[in-house]
């Protein structure tokens, strides 16, 4: 079973250590860089680890757009050891689990973008009932889910 934990003081160092699989650096940034955003970011977003067996396998950002306003997923990764195993799969579940409690805001849309060459990804996220929105940022594509 994957369950999401708050990145905190205990464990941002594991965050450090994760690695991606060769080639999949233009797909998703470090989780190095993404905590830089969430201290930026402080007030409208929470970055997790992904554990699997007590261990950090992943990590993922929840950040709130007040403008929108709607909810993003950014940079979801599974450590390269660690992938083919479903961990990306229910990590996603437990993400829209937490979005759905509504943490930072009132939205029922969460939207993510995907690289245009990560078909992977993309079937991952259009499994859970996210859909191009057709818009488009260099070699970005828009997907999102809307609660009805």
């Not at 396998?57 to 306003?69: S, T």
């Not at 660690?82 to 509504?102: C, F, H, P, S, W």
């Not at 939207?111 to 191009?132: D, H, M």
């Amino acid at each position: 079973m994957v369950e999401l934990r708050a990145i905190t003081e205990e464990n941002f160092i594991d965050a450090f250590n994760l690695k991606l699989a060769s080639g999949q650096e233009s797909f998703v940034s470090h989780p190095i860089r993404s905590l830089a955003q969430a201290y930026v970011y402080r007030d409208q977003c929470q970055p997790f680890g992904v554990y699997a067996d007590g261990k950090m396998v992943g990590y993922v950002m929840v950040i709130y757009d007040y403008d929108i306003p709607e909810y993003d997923i950014w940079h979801m990764m599974i450590d390269e050891s660690m992938q083919g195993r479903g961990y990306g799969n229910e990590a996603l579940d437990r993400v829209i689990e937490y979005i759905r409690t509504k943490p930072f805001g009132d939205s029922n849309r969460i939207a993510l973008t995907c690289s245009k060459q990560n078909p992977i990804a993309r079937k991952l996220y259009e499994s859970k009932g996210f859909r191009v929105t057709g818009t488009e940022d260099e070699d970005e594509i828009e997907l999102a889910l809307t609660d009805e």
